[in-house]
């Protein structure tokens, strides 16, 4: 036992901040790809501007919309009671978590991998966790129901967005006219589904854990249709003349002679009145993608740094401080600029051709997904849910528009994952525990 603010164990949190930062780093490099990846794939972005927007948001998702993914990692994956009278113990094991599920981020960020950062630190708090109590205590039910969203976040994720890409093309592109009124009614859906998931049952920041969920929904309608209304003005407003899909398909034909079949599915989407129509969609999810991340992912990040602080301050409330949160996310937005670009070319490039259609499908597929997990506490992967999309995206425009073989190379690093931060992270809580626990 030691008193709130005790030297004695100052040097954990020191060094519990400082490892914190490095992981933070790793998970902006790694992570953040995510929410801008497509973005700067389909060239509506530049990387500077990809890193701008995300720097903003990744920040405002962290403080606003962290909180309860950040519990659920530090509280219902092992028994905390097991460490009543411990706390020293705890906390170190919490800073070996750190630093397992650290190297990781930042080794896969090294070989241009895209992987779990939830994955990462689950496993590096199990890891510590079973070296000091085995297998007691560890919340199994818990621990099942996040790795099963593993497998079914980009199943889910894929799906909606090929949904998604699909009615698009049907009701929209296969006119002689990309249609106005379509284009503003994806508009509405996208803003009202986005907005209502992040004020139903929101931030209590903002007070929005107050409102009732039936005013969460006409507000999120209303924005939707102020949006909707506003695009369908600017849209018919602009008279300039629109190239019809027919007569598309007949210059790309001429250009590069294929099948109509595979003309109709290849070129719709990367025509470019298709492009500039949802150009400005793209973005804007990319913006919602990145404010989710922020609050899903920053707990993979500073998790264990909030129960370590907390142990530290010797706080009865066990509220998660809203400047560690802001930590968190300043490190993820450092960890961007400085290696975001190498797993940004993995997912915007490399596995498959994005367009400004695609990706908007992609990632309002992948935003979605994971803002209702966020709603509920669950610890989903980010990643998984945008690689899904991508893959099940990809392999809709075309069989052979997707690089399965770094599609496989993801899947190992994705398996690797776990078993990888948990053993770092349980070496490292054997020598801590060994040299300092008389």
């Known amino acids: 036992m030691f008193e709130a603010y005790s030297n004695d164990v100052l040097w954990i949190v020191v060094i519990g901040f400082l490892v914190a930062f490095f992981l933070a780093f790793g998970v902006g490099a790694n992570d953040v790809a995510n929410s801008f990846g497509t973005s700067v794939g389909s060239k509506v972005l530049t990387l500077t501007q990809a890193c701008i927007l995300a720097t903003i948001f990744e920040i405002l998702g962290a403080l606003l919309m962290g909180f309860k993914v950040s519990d659920t990692i530090r509280k219902d994956i092992y028994d905390l009671d097991m460490y009543e009278n411990e706390e020293k113990v705890l906390m170190m094991g919490n800073m070996a ?179 500039k129509l949802f150009k400005g969609l793209q973005i804007m999810t990319a913006i919602f993608g990145s404010f989710a991340h922020g609050g899903n992912d920053v707990s993979n990040a500073i998790a264990p740094l909030i129960s370590l602080w907390l142990l530290y301050t010797k706080d009865t409330n066990g509220s998660t401080p809203a400047w560690l949160l802001i930590y968190g996310g300043f490190g993820i937005s450092i960890g961007l600029w400085v290696m975001g670009r190498k797993v940004i070319q993995t997912m915007g490039q490399d596995l498959t051709k994005i367009t400004p259609l695609s990706g908007f499908t992609i990632e309002i597929g992948a935003t979605t997904t994971v803002l209702l997990a966020s709603k509920i506490g669950i610890p989903i992967s980010t990643t998984h849910c945008k690689v899904g999309s991508i893959v099940f995206v990809g392999m809709t425009r075309s069989t052979n528009d997707v690089d399965f073989k770094l599609f496989k190379n993801i899947i190992l690093a994705w398996l690797v994952t776990l078993p990888f931060t948990g053993v770092i992270s349980g070496l490292t809580m054997l020598v801590l525990y060994s040299t300092t626990i008389s």
């Not at 090929?162 to 002689?176: A, C, E, G, T």
Request: hydrophobic share 50%.
């Open 97 to 275: 978590a750190l630093f397992g599920s650290a190297t990781w981020n930042i080794i896969a960020t090294l070989l241009r991998l895209p992987i779990s950062g939830t994955h990462s630190i689950v496993g590096a708090v199990l890891g510590f966790t079973l070296v000091v109590k085995g297998f007691r205590g560890i919340q199994w039910k818990t621990l099942g129901f996040i790795v099963s969203s593993w497998f079914l976040s980009p199943v889910l994720s894929g799906v909606v967005s090929v949904i998604i890409f699909l009615l698009i093309r049907k009701f929209i592109l296969s006119k002689d006219k990309p249609s106005q009124v379509g284009v503003a009614f994806i508009y509405i859906i996208s803003v009202f589904i986005n907005v209502l998931s992040i004020v139903l049952d929101g931030s209590p920041v903002l007070y929005l854990d107050r409102l009732p969920p039936w005013l969460a929904v006409v507000i999120s309608a209303a924005v939707g249709i102020i949006v909707g209304v506003i695009i369908q003005f600017l849209i018919v407003g602009n008279k300039k003349k629109q190239v019809p899909i027919e007569q598309a398909h007949e210059e790309i034909s001429l250009e590069n002679p294929i099948s109509k079949d595979e003309n109709l599915m290849l070129t719709d989407d990367d025509h470019p009145e298709v492009r």
